[in-house]
């Protein structure tokens, strides 16, 4: 009751928690405003890429788009080299598997062998036993080139798409007129005129 009694009282303390609870609502509200400026942005930019896309798709002939066509080809080929080669990998591996189950065999009947009583060839055990493990090391050193292969090609396809978005760009100042690309311009434009409003929103509670 004291504190409400003071609180009541002193205009000062009331007037500062009003402009922190006016302050903390601004916040909110363009923090809102910000989610929705970045994701309508994000929505221009997979509009970008797709215009990039269909621009090299459909061998859009300009100069300006030159040096990004000529990237893209150089990426391509670097991803269908990777490609081959790891669908060469996988085969190796499938194949090292195989013997690696005709050794993992052969070590065990030698080993029932030895059991059972008959004493076979000592070295013949130790090199089925060597055999496996070279083979579980090939193989494993072929996961290894698998693995770094994936990452070599998703890295490539970033770089593809960043390629797209700056096409898409080119594009979208320019505003050639191809088909494929009218419906998309009627996208970008809407998006334009929302983030326009965000940014405009967001001013208001600065």
């Known amino acids: ?96 598997q195989k013997k690696q189950e005709d050794a993992r065999k052969t070590t065990k009947q030698l080993l029932k062998l030895k059991e059972a009583g008959e004493v076979p060839d000592g070295h013949k055990i130790h090199e089925a036993k060597e055999e496996e493990k070279r083979l579980k090391k090939e193989i494993k050193d072929g996961n290894k080139k698998i693995k770094a292969g994936q990452e070599f090609l998703k890295a490539i396809d970033r770089q593809k798409e960043e390629q797209f978005i700056e096409i898409g760009a080119l594009i979208d100042r320019g505003r050639p007129e191809h088909k494929d690309f009218l419906g998309i311009y009627v996208q970008i434009d809407k998006l334009n005129r929302n983030i326009l409003h965000y940014l405009r929103e967001i001013e208001k509670f600065r």
Do not use: C, P
């Open 1 to 96: 009751m004291l504190l409400a009694f003071i609180f009541l009282r002193d205009r000062d303390l009331r007037q500062r928690l009003n402009e922190f609870l006016s302050g903390a609502k601004k916040r909110m509200k363009r923090t809102q405003l910000q989610i929705r400026l970045n994701r309508e942005k994000r929505k221009r930019t997979v509009l970008l890429k797709e215009l990039g896309k269909k621009a090299w798709v459909d061998k859009v002939s300009d100069e300006k788009y030159k040096a990004f066509f000529h990237n893209l080809e150089h990426l391509e080929k670097q991803g269908s080299e990777r490609q081959t080669e790891l669908q060469g990998i996988l085969s190796r591996i499938i194949d090292l």
